[in-house]
């Protein structure tokens, strides 16, 4: 087995898990969770099947390195700290309100 035929196989490995992961994020917006629930796990697992295939992207054409890793980390930028703050949205909305002061 060569190094090229090991990172095509490593690379259709990285592109299944990912779209596998995709599928698995979109799952839950079927389920009755709240709405911001829902957009968390599927950030999440967009994230983390995005990364997947763009890793394998990057093993299948290695030619394209700077736009794929300049991607890969927009990706993991963006997507982090927008489920980051879905996280707390979801959390806030499950907080009680105190009661107003009287005057």
């Not at 779209?19 to 629930?37: A, K, N, V």
């Not at 697992?45 to 990364?51: H, N, P, Q």
């Not at 927009?74 to 949205?89: D, E, K, Q, R, S």
Request: glycine share 6%.
């Amino acid at each position: 087995m060569t190094l090229a035929s090991l990172a095509d196989h490593a690379s259709l490995l990285l592109l299944g898990a990912g779209l596998l992961f995709w599928f698995w994020g979109t799952w839950p917006l079927l389920e009755s969770r709240t709405y911001l629930s829902k957009l968390h796990t599927l950030s999440v697992a967009d994230t983390l099947g995005s990364t997947l295939m763009l890793l394998g992207l990057l093993l299948r054409i290695p030619g394209q390195w700077p736009l794929l890793v300049l991607a890969l980390v927009a990706l993991i930028l963006w997507n982090t700290i927008f489920g980051y703050v879905l996280a707390n949205c979801w959390l806030d909305s499950r907080r009680p309100t105190p009661p107003e002061p009287k005057p």
